[in-house]
């Protein structure tokens, strides 16, 4: 019994330990964000390398989430001859919650993994203490780029998921299923506004923001080798993941609560 609760207790000391770790980043972090010089040349870099290299993944994930979300409405739907709700449904369920959930975890698995092995790897060749050694902060030359290119670009990335998601649903319901054109884009545009995209942006900016800054802390703090590399590559994807998908309720509840319009 003794044993269990020194083994909970020191749990609970590393945990506490970690999140104080990554907040006093996290304060670093907006330090420097607003400090010169602006390195917009690495800025672009890290948009490209974020968002536009990961359009692919995105299309293909939004694709196919369409299409299968599509399929299983229609199944279910036609119990109720309600098949005209197919669009809408697709579309609101997309907007607010598949959308910016799916798209931070497919950034999070492509380039939050990536950015934790490069920061990793120039951590353990001591890269980053000749950086100091040359009077350049790392945070302010590692991190501030790719944590800004996170905040904006995942929600672009977030539009394009939905747009290429609607696209699906539509090949599914009207070209498969052969549903009529009409209804589908009626229902769409009638019960899908602009508040809801709105509101997935909001959220899709929180994940971008802390997908980002998550995989540069662990990056940052890697230890012990290639080992520690992978290890750190390996812990900001949980994390990261972990972190958008407990975050996602909490930001429901509060647009649900202060943008009850959304």
């Given at each position: 019994?003794?044993?269990?609760?020194?083994?909970?207790?020191?749990?609970?000391?590393?945990?506490v330990?970690?999140?104080?770790?990554?907040?006093?980043?996290?304060?670093?972090?907006?330090?420097?964000?607003?400090?010169?010089?602006f390195?917009?040349?690495?800025?672009?870099?890290?948009m490209?390398?974020?968002?536009?290299?990961?359009?692919?993944?995105?299309a293909?994930?939004?694709?196919?989430?369409?299409?299968?979300f599509?399929?299983?409405?229609?199944?279910?739907?036609?119990?109720f001859?309600?098949?005209?709700?197919?669009?809408?449904?697709?579309?609101?369920?997309l907007?607010?919650?598949?959308?910016?959930?799916?798209?931070?975890?497919?950034?999070t698995?492509?380039?939050?993994?990536?950015?934790?092995a490069?920061?990793?790897?120039?951590?353990?060749?001591?890269?980053?203490?000749?950086?100091?050694?040359?009077?350049?902060?790392p945070?302010?030359?590692?991190?501030?780029?790719?944590?800004?290119?996170g905040?904006?670009?995942?929600?672009?990335?977030?539009?394009?998921?939905?747009?290429?998601?609607?696209?699906?649903?539509?090949?599914?319901?009207?070209?498969?299923?052969?549903?009529?054109?009409?209804?589908?884009?009626?229902?769409l545009?009638?019960?899908?506004?602009?508040?809801?995209?709105?509101?997935?942006?909001?959220?899709?900016?929180?994940f971008?923001?802390?997908?980002?800054?998550?995989?540069?802390?662990?990056?940052?703090?890697?230890s012990?080798?290639?080992?520690?590399?992978?290890?750190?590559?390996?812990?900001?994807v949980?994390?990261?993941?972990?972190?958008?998908?407990?975050?996602?309720?909490?930001?429901?509840?509060?647009?649900?609560?202060?943008?009850?319009?959304?």
């Open positions: 019994m003794t044993q269990l609760i020194e083994t909970i207790g020191e749990l609970v000391r590393r945990t330990q970690e999140v104080g770790r990554f907040f006093s980043f996290a304060l670093s972090f907006f330090r420097w964000l607003f400090v010169s010089p390195r917009w040349s690495l800025l672009r870099q890290q490209e390398f974020l968002g536009v290299q990961s359009f692919p993944v995105i293909l994930t939004g694709l196919f989430t369409g299409m299968v599509a399929l299983q409405t229609a199944y279910a739907f036609r119990l001859n309600a098949e005209s709700l197919i669009g809408s449904t697709v579309g609101l369920a907007s607010r919650e598949i959308g910016p959930v799916f798209t931070a975890l497919m950034v698995a492509r380039a939050g993994s990536a950015m934790a490069e920061i990793g790897s120039m951590r353990v060749t001591e890269q980053v203490d000749a950086l100091e050694s040359m009077a350049v902060n945070v302010h030359y590692l991190v501030v780029p790719r944590v800004v290119a905040f904006v670009m995942v929600p672009l990335l977030y539009g394009f998921f939905i747009f290429i998601g609607i696209i699906g649903s539509y090949f599914v319901a009207v070209s498969l299923l052969g549903l009529p054109e009409a209804p589908f884009f009626h229902k545009y009638y019960y899908v506004d602009m508040d809801d995209i709105v509101g997935g942006m909001m959220k899709a900016s929180v971008g923001l802390l997908l980002t800054l998550l995989s540069c802390h662990r990056g940052y703090r890697t012990g080798g290639a080992q520690g590399v992978g290890r750190a590559t390996t812990q900001a949980v994390i990261s993941s972990v972190v958008i998908l407990v975050m996602d309720y909490f930001l429901t509840a509060w647009i649900l609560e202060f943008f009850p319009e959304f």
